[in-house]
């Protein structure tokens, strides 16, 4: 399954190939090579703190005359005859001639004001991050083994990887997954990942961890976002179902909804809102769900 995702992956400009045992060991040193196969890499692949790039963001967009209310709760989506005539929230309500579903997990409660529904379920995910500590590896570190664990409760996939001040950041998805908003850690966590993580890496033995957060994952059926207009609302736009990824995604997506804004569409973007719309067929899934 692998060495078809890089196939594809290649045919779309991605420098990616897939290494054998050896390379892989060279890459992760004291990587735990009982069972390992080999394994995907993309070189040029980073990393960046989302809370410095979210600063960034926010701080040159007030450059740019962009408006904040924070604290309001959107109560509703003004709309007439199918069109979108502005926001209410619990404070205030404001015109506007667009408004942009961006609510990650929540989105589905946004799309109901309009009378969509929109299949967009949010999951739980616990992240930690370690103490900073000298650089032993460069490359994100993706387990996608599934493992049982009667203790503290099943997992598919995790990764982590080690970013520029040394701290090690780490993430995985629970089995069977946590639907809901509750975004309080768990008990289990950390036993869970710790043990798969040391037994695929055992210098991570003695780092100590820092802290650890849970998010949402706002999923969607297909394992893909959900894009663009809808046919019966004019003014309203969906960004919604990032599944995760949405900082990774989140840049070229507003480029892609800026130009949709300002009916400067290209071809190919007219594809990707082609197999993003609302009301697709969800069929098919995700190859690494």
Partial sequence: MLKDTVRQQKEYGLDINFLDKEKIKELIPGINSKDLLGGTYSPKDGNASPLLSLHSFYRKSKELEAEYKFNEKVIDIITKDKAVLGVKTTKAEYKTQYVINAAGG????IGNMIDIDLPVIPESHEAGITEPVKRFFSTMVIDIKPATDAKFGNSKNYYFYQ????????CLTPEPNIPGLDRRETSSYLPQISK???????????????????????????????????NNIEGYINAVGLCGQGFMLGPGLAELLSRLLTDKLNAKDKEILNELVYGRDFYKVEDLK
């Fill in 106 to 109: 929540h989105a589905k409660n």
């Fill in 196 to 230: 798969r993580m040391v037994k695929l890496l055992p210098r991570l033995m003695n780092i100590k961890i820092r802290r650890t957060w849970r998010g949402l994952y706002p999923m969607t059926p297909d394992g893909n976002p959900i894009i663009g207009k809808v």
């Fill in 163 to 170: 970013n520029k001040e040394g701290k090690i950041i780490f």
